[in-house]
């Protein structure tokens, strides 16, 4: 992660500049594809070192596009996998899918088991696929709450201030003392797991929770999403209010059942570290950067807020907004 620093510090960097010239004039930005470049360069540059997303280019949107449909197919109901004698006749056409988005190709096998080109394949398309789009969700749906909730802009905006300045662009190590951005990040996980039926998980052995016999071996899905909107758990559930999390000690770190956004236990996420700092520096680089306003006549209460749903949970349309800078040039152009 230490290594890793610089990395994310130059890939906001270019973000912001390029946010900046995009919304030249008060055009309107495109919020989403933005935020998917930084966390797609960032996780690219510190598994392959290279930079691989300029935005637009035709390898940014094969890429988008095989992700896409990657997360898509691992998170449709597939009907032999319950019905398994009508597995081979594939009706409704995802294992065909499956195989061609499996079968690009990335190069010839050098031979050697371990570290055979399907393993390190493997190794690279799960950290790239699992590590850059479960961050960019996150932070878009986390622009599109605070769009509707000025009053928690206008919060960030005075803590940043308070702690960072407008002087320089705020880094890893102003996190800690950003406890109303670390709260916004938190409300942002309760109300949008990216991933929110977590990873299908399956029982090593029977047991029974509350009066229901779970025999060994059964596929479990574990419905993040709703513990994030049980009445019995938050007050108004259904509002985005970081406040919540200002004075209690509830974590997203897999302790409190009631906040997993990453699982929890053995097979919890193993990106949590990587994935929460990248969405925290990301929120803060844009919220300390620019005013956020929906574009003229659109009102906060008008923003489709529709769910696509698939493994992971984005937005079913691209965020679009203005975005208006407030610091001083130079910084957006380092
Ligand atoms: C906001 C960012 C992220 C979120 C919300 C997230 C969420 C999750 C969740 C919910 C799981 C399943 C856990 C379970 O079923 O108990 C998971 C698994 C996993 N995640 Fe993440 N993740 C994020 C970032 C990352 C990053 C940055 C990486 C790697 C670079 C990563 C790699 C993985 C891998 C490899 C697994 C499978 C682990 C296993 O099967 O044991 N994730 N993630």
Redesign the pocket.
């Known amino acids: 992660m230490e290594a890793s620093k610089h990395v994310r510090r130059e890939e906001v960097s270019c973000m912001l500049k390029s946010l900046l010239k995009e919304g030249e004039g008060g055009k309107v930005v495109s919020v989403s594809s933005q935020v998917f470049d930084l966390t797609r360069n960032v ?1 690219t540059r ?2 392959l070192n290279t930079k691989y997303f300029v935005s637009g280019s035709a390898e940014a949107l094969e890429f988008q596009k095989t992700v896409y449909e990657y997360f898509q197919l691992n998170g449709v109901f597939v009907l032999g996998d319950y019905l398994p004698f009508m597995a081979w006749l594939d009706f409704q056409g995802y294992k065909r899918r499956m195989k061609i988005v499996h079968e690009r190709p990335v190069g010839q096998d050098d031979g050697n088991e371990r570290f055979g080109i399907d393993n390190i394949k493997a190794l690279v398309s ?3 696929t ?3 789009d ?2 960019s ?2 932070i878009i749906w986390g622009i599109a709450e605070i769009l509707r909730n000025p009053s928690v802009l206008e919060k960030a905006h005075q803590e940043l201030d308070r702690i960072v300045g407008r002087e320089r662009i705020v880094e890893e190590d102003d996190i800690p003392q950003l406890k109303y951005l670390q709260a916004i990040v938190k409300e942002t ?1 309760r109300l949008h ?3 929110p039926l ?4 399956e029982s090593t052995q029977a047991v029974q929770i509350a009066g229901y016999d779970i025999p060994a071996k059964s596929r479990l899905l ?1 419905n ?1 999403w709703a513990f994030g909107r049980d009445p019995s758990s938050w007050e108004k559930p259904l509002e985005f209010f970081p406040d919540r999390f200002l004075n209690n000690t509830i974590d997203i770190r ?1 302790k409190d059942y009631e906040l ?13 570290e ?3 700092i ?2 925290q520096l990301g929120m803060a680089a844009l919220l300390q950067s620019f005013n956020w306003s929906l574009p003229y006549p659109q009102r906060p209460a008008d923003l489709d807020m529709t769910e696509l749903f698939g493994l992971t949970l984005p937005r079913a349309s691209p965020l679009c907004a203005v975005a208006t800078p407030r610091l001083p040039r130079h910084l957006y152009c380092n």
């Open positions: 996780i510190m598994v799960d950290m790239i699992t590590g850059s479960t961050s969700i996150t996980f797991p990216a991933v977590l990873v299908p998980h574990v993040a897999g997993i956004p990453f699982g929890s236990g053995r097979r919890g996420c193993p990106g949590l990587l994935g929460l990248n969405v």
